[in-house]
T-cell receptor, first 113, second 111 residues
Framework: DAGVIQSPRHEVTEMGQEVTLRCKPISGHNSLFWYRQTMMRGLELLIYFNNNVPIDDSGMPEDRFSAKMPNASFSTLKIQPSEPRDSAVYFC???????????FGSGTQLSVL | SQQGEEDPQALSIQEGENATMNCSYKTSINNLQWYRQNSGRGLVHLILIRSNEREKHSGRLRVTLDTSKKSSSLLITASRAADTASYFCALPPSGTYKYIFGTGTRLKVLA
């Protein structure tokens, strides 16, 4: 299995632009998580899905952030408009409920100038 | 906070020595997990210990859990330079899959 696949690996954009991060979970996994990692705040859980349904989005910082999971093999995290304080590494992780073990992608390094 | 708190924040040891890091938490849990993150990479699952277990081993890793003290420790024996990484505990509060990660311990193993 290729593991959790995230794209792009790096994203540099200007303040005010829309940013879309993509994630393909491991086939067969039914839970998907979006995390954000910064030096100041560590790893923050933004949102997680179970069977494509958002279960908890309390970690989404504000309305500029939105996440979707239209099917079991794809999820997006969108930031519109982006701001410099959104600069971070964004990780996607998936798991199969019952195994309780998360598999992480390699992350997207986002820089908002 | 549901977040686990690791200590120390940073640890530097010589190759061959043992490394111990700790995780304390506040909520009730079903299990506690440890992950490793190499620089610039995603996290990798190391070991899971359930709330009814007190100790678990995996290769050079030994994890203990004390639910009465709400704490866990990760011991890496005979450390190697390749063990240099950040180590995180993760705990989903009982009844959820909402995995919250601690602040991490940065381990540096000197060759």
């Amino acid at each position: 299995d290729a593991g959790v696949i995230q794209s792009p690996r790096h994203e540099v954009t200007e303040m005010g632009q829309e940013v879309t991060l993509r994630c393909k979970p491991i086939s067969g996994h039914n839970s998907l998580f979006w995390y954000r990692q910064t030096m100041m705040r560590g790893l923050e859980l933004l949102i997680y899905f179970n069977n494509n349904v958002p279960i908890d989005d309390s970690g989404m910082p504000e309305d500029r952030f939105s996440a979707k999971m239209p099917n079991a093999s794809f999820s997006t995290l969108k930031i519109q408009p982006s701001e410099p304080r959104d600069s971070a590494v964004y990780f996607c992780a998936s798991s199969f409920a019952g195994t309780e073990k998360l598999f992480f992608g390699s992350g997207t390094q986002l820089s908002v100038l | 906070s549901q977040q686990g708190e690791e200590d120390p924040q940073a640890l530097s040891i010589q190759e061959g020595e043992n490394a111990t890091m700790n995780c304390s938490y506040k909520t009730s849990i079903n299990n506690l997990q440890w992950y490793r993150q190499n620089s610039g990479r995603g996290l990798v699952h190391l070991i899971l210990i359930r709330s009814n277990e007190r100790e678990k081993h995996s290769g050079r890793l030994r994890v203990t859990l004390d639910t009465s003290k709400k704490s866990s420790s990760l011991l890496i024996t005979a450390s190697r330079a390749a063990d240099t990484a950040s180590y995180f505990c993760a705990l989903p509060p009982s009844g959820t899959y909402k995995y919250i990660f601690g602040t991490g311990t940065r381990l540096k193993v000197l060759a």
